[in-house]
Each structure stands twice: as structure tokens, then as C-alpha cells.
């Protein structure tokens, strides 16, 4: 899951929403923050079916898309502006592959878009429920891993507990395991590769990979 530093810059506002009401110059850390939920699907083949996603937002993000989007100024998202919420998302973030990563032996899998990205509005919050599904065959043998993260840094998609990724299905003599990277050890670790790669592809390096929560499958 690439994007360059231009389309992050052009694109920072979380899913082309509200773009009046976020900074256009804003720095590389979180504006919009997101609790998560992943559940892997897998098949009866052995494959991995699909990725279901759950996102609850802040309330002040919440609280600005409920501005742009009530149409009758009621306070209250009636269906077709939560729909209409739903397709922005999903037409906006294909470009950043709806901030799913899926690898296998570290080969990134791509995903196709989702249908339909759902709605909803719950307790001064935005929800959203969708699933994508692998690009390329993922069977359920070497290594595959699996992340949720905004590319240019500006959404911060947060899984609370480690139960919130899970793998849904007969993993058969599969592990898996929540990795949650430390910056500090990361940042010592790679700290002369990474001013290479930066310095080598500035536009293309994915530096937020690296700090991203994942769950890693072994068979």
C-alpha cells in the first residue's frame, strides 16, 4: 500500500470529507483519530476470504462530518446522508487501498474496493463497516500479515486490544499474533536505511508502515 508525499499533501483531509474544515499545510501526525476493529475471514479453501473492518471516529471529527453532510440542518443523519458519507469514503480512499495492508512473505497482495462502505452515527460518533477482499490469491501457508494504516499520517487507525484483530475461521496449525512495533526500537533499528530509502525515493517511502499495528499469520 503506497502513495506518494503529493497526493498525501493534496489529499489530507481522511476520505476527500470536510476539506473546508481541515488544514491544507498540516504536518505529518494525526488530525483524525479512529478505533478499530479487524476480523480476517477465511474460507473453507483455505484461503483468506475477506477483510472486515469496523471504524469508530472522534467526536470532533464526528461532529464536522455531521455539519457537512446534514442536508436539512436537523442535527441528525438520515439514511441517505449517511449513504451519501459511505460513498465518499469509498470513492475517495481507493487510492490508499481503504488503508488495508495484506502481505504475504512480505509481498504486498492489494485489495479490491469494497461494494458499499456503511454508515451510521451512534452516541455523538461516526461509525463505518465494510470488507475488502484480497487482490492476489492469499492462501494460508508462510507468512501473511495484516495492517490498517493511513499512509500520510494523518488518520490514526487505532486497535485498543489485541482482540480487536482477529482471525475468523479453522486457521488449521496456524499462529497468529498481534505485533505492535516500538517507535523507539524501530527508529534505532532502521535509523541508516531509512534516511537511504528517504533520501533514494522520498515520494514513495512508506515510513508509517513500519509503526503500524499488524497481525501476522504463520503457517
Same mark, same amino acid.
Given at each position: 500500500?503506497?502513495?506518494? &508525499?503529493? =497526493?498525501?499533501?493534496? &489529499? !489530507?483531509?481522511?476520505?476527500?470529507?470536510?476539506?473546508?474544515?481541515?488544514?491544507?499545510?498540516?504536518?505529518?501526525?494525526?488530525?483524525?483519530?479512529?478505533?478499530?476493529?479487524?476480523?480476517?475471514?477465511? $474460507?473453507?479453501?483455505?484461503?483468506?476470504?475477506?477483510?472486515?473492518?469496523?471504524?469508530?471516529?472522534?467526536?470532533?471529527?464526528?461532529?464536522?462530518?455531521?455539519?457537512?453532510?446534514?442536508?436539512?440542518?436537523?442535527?441528525? !443523519?438520515?439514511?441517505?446522508? !449517511?449513504?451519501?458519507?459511505?460513498?465518499?469514503?469509498? %470513492?475517495?480512499?481507493?487510492?490508499?487501498?481503504? @488503508?488495508?495492508?495484506?502481505?504475504?512473505?512480505?509481498?504486498?497482495? $492489494?485489495?479490491?474496493? #469494497?461494494?458499499?462502505?456503511?454508515?451510521?452515527?451512534?452516541?455523538?460518533?461516526?461509525?463505518?463497516?465494510?470488507?475488502?477482499?484480497?487482490?492476489?490469491?492469499?492462501?494460508?501457508?508462510?507468512?501473511?500479515?495484516?495492517?490498517? @494504516?493511513?499512509?500520510?499520517? @494523518?488518520?490514526?487507525?487505532?486497535?485498543? =486490544?489485541?482482540?480487536?484483530?482477529?482471525?475468523? $475461521?479453522?486457521?488449521?496449525?496456524?499462529?497468529?499474533?498481534?505485533?505492535?512495533?516500538? #517507535?523507539?526500537?524501530?527508529?534505532?533499528?532502521? %535509523?541508516?536505511? !531509512?534516511?537511504?530509502?528517504?533520501?533514494?525515493?522520498?515520494?514513495? @517511502?512508506?515510513?508509517? %508502515?513500519?509503526?503500524?499495528? &499488524?497481525?501476522?499469520?504463520?503457517?
Amino acid at each position: 500500500m503506497k502513495t506518494t &508525499r503529493k =497526493n498525501g499533501l493534496a &489529499r !489530507l483531509a481522511f476520505a476527500g470529507i470536510c476539506l473546508t474544515a481541515l488544514p491544507t499545510n498540516a504536518g505529518a501526525h494525526p488530525h483524525i483519530f479512529a478505533e478499530a476493529r479487524l476480523e480476517v475471514m477465511l $474460507g473453507e479453501d483455505d484461503q483468506v476470504e475477506e477483510l472486515r473492518h469496523v471504524w469508530r471516529f472522534d467526536e470532533f471529527f464526528s461532529s464536522t462530518v455531521m455539519l457537512e453532510f446534514d442536508a436539512n440542518t436537523n442535527l441528525e !443523519l438520515e439514511p441517505e446522508e !449517511l449513504e451519501a458519507i459511505g460513498e465518499t469514503v469509498r %470513492q475517495s480512499l481507493a487510492d490508499f487501498d481503504y @488503508y488495508t495492508s495484506i502481505q504475504k512473505d512480505g509481498v504486498e497482495l $492489494g485489495v479490491v474496493a #469494497p461494494e458499499r462502505i456503511f454508515a451510521n452515527f451512534e452516541d455523538g460518533q461516526l461509525l463505518m463497516f465494510f470488507s475488502v477482499k484480497p487482490k492476489a490469491a492469499a492462501p494460508l501457508d508462510g507468512k501473511l500479515a495484516f495492517g490498517v @494504516y493511513d499512509p500520510t499520517m @494523518y488518520a490514526a487507525i487505532d486497535f485498543v =486490544n489485541d482482540t480487536d484483530l482477529v482471525v475468523m $475461521g479453522d486457521a488449521g496449525d496456524c499462529e497468529s499474533a498481534v505485533i505492535r512495533p516500538d #517507535p523507539d526500537q524501530v527508529l534505532a533499528e532502521m %535509523q541508516g536505511s !531509512l534516511t537511504d530509502a528517504f533520501f533514494n525515493d522520498p515520494e514513495g @517511502y512508506d515510513v508509517s %508502515q513500519l509503526f503500524a499495528t &499488524r497481525l501476522e499469520v504463520t503457517c
